[in-house]
């Protein structure tokens, strides 16, 4: 693992900070050099990605796009948010020590360099606006922390997190992420319901029309058609729910349900109990789809890309019960038996 000292170093040797510096030159930007070497560092390390093995960007391009999308950078008493990204500016904690810092900064500059101007409103990967930012979070996290591992040489590897699902103690995560495990995890079992890479995901968040692009993946599966945006709506429940758990209103919605409004969006009316539920639908559906849609031998070889990522004991009981009744059901076939078409009809029967 490589420390500060030496990965500065690095950045120093190779001149990048001062490429870095040499883009806001002609604008009126307030960055600290800290920051400057954040950014270089940051730019580096997706260089050092292979392009389609990686994230699908080019180091120049998004170095370019940096003066565009910041001009100022500063840290503040933040009360336990770690970072804000805010119409070109971007805020941090001044209590975060270095590491913690430099993690929370790559999440805050993917947010940036994702964040464009739409009309009268901002949107940001696959958020429109009203929608999409329990995805938006996942997707940043995880590209902030694929980029802050290769900076410091260590690896990404998921281990089973308790007590990441705030308010609900019997859901356990299977994530390499230190912050929205349930996001990521969410991410994890859509890549493998679309049979869609995870880089190939966190690609989308970056272009214009990656929220279109994951609406015809999602929408031409069979019984998908016209239910991509209620999919991202209850995502968005979560995800402001969990905002108010995180907010210290735990007590108000664990007493009874509470109407709440997404900003720019519908109300809906919530509480712990429907918290929880949403989660195992949402996974659930996303199980389904794996099911629905891929024939029994890939099914048969493929299904731990689900059933890792399913958050409590109940889900993947009843998921590794299916996956028991679908082998089973094909052992007892003849050869002649085995098309597709006949497949689908079993998977069905059996949910």
Not at 18 to 39: C, G, H, T, V
Not at 82 to 109: A, C, Q, R, V
Not at 166 to 175: D, F, I, M, P, V
Not at 195 to 216: M, S, T, W
Request: aromatic residues 10%; proline residues 2%.
């Amino acid at each position: 693992m490589k420390n500060k000292l030496q990965r500065d170093q690095e950045l120093l040797n190779s001149g990048l900070i001062d490429s870095i510096k040499e883009l806001f030159q002609n604008s009126k930007a307030k960055i600290p050099q800290k920051y400057y070497i954040l950014m270089a560092d940051y730019i580096d390390c997706i260089g050092q990605l292979d392009y389609k093995g990686g994230l699908y960007l080019d180091p120049v391009t998004v170095a370019k796009k940096l003066p565009t999308v910041i001009n100022e950078i500063k840290e503040e008493d933040l009360a336990g948010i770690h970072g804000i990204t805010n119409d070109k500016s971007i805020t941090m904690n001044s209590s975060l020590t270095h590491k913690p810092n430099k993690l929370y900064f790559f999440h805050e500059l993917t947010h940036a360099l994702q964040t464009r101007k739409v009309g009268n409103h901002e949107e940001c990967g696959f958020y429109n606006g009203k929608t999409g930012m329990f995805l938006t979070e996942g997707i940043t996290q995880y590209t902030a922390e694929i980029l802050y591992n290769l900076s410091n040489d260590t690896d990404m590897r998921a281990k089973k997190q308790q007590n990441t699902v705030r308010g609900l103690a019997e859901h356990t995560t299977y994530s390499p992420l230190s912050e929205y495990q349930l996001n990521g995890n969410i991410l994890m079992l859509l890549s493998g319901a679309l049979g869609v890479p995870l880089n190939q995901l966190l690609a989308l968040g970056f272009r214009k029309d990656g929220r279109q692009i994951l609406k015809e993946m999602y929408e031409s599966f069979s019984d998908n058609e016209g239910k991509f945006e209620g999919f991202m709506f209850d995502l968005e429940k979560i995800y402001y729910l969990d905002k108010l758990i995180i907010s210290k209103h735990k007590n108000q919605l664990q007493k009874g349900i509470i109407n709440i409004q997404i900003p720019n969006s519908r109300y809906f009316s919530g509480n712990i109990e429907s918290y929880g539920k949403l989660i195992n639908k949402i996974e659930w559906e996303l199980a389904t789809m794996f099911l629905t849609n891929n024939n029994i031998d890939y099914i048969l070889e493929n299904y731990r890309k689900i059933s890792l990522y399913l958050t409590t004991s109940e889900l993947k009981q009843d998921f590794t019960n299916t996956i028991a009744e679908i082998a089973s059901l094909q052992n007892g076939m003849n050869t002649n038996q085995k098309d597709n078409h006949k497949k689908q009809k079993i998977i069905k029967a059996v949910l």
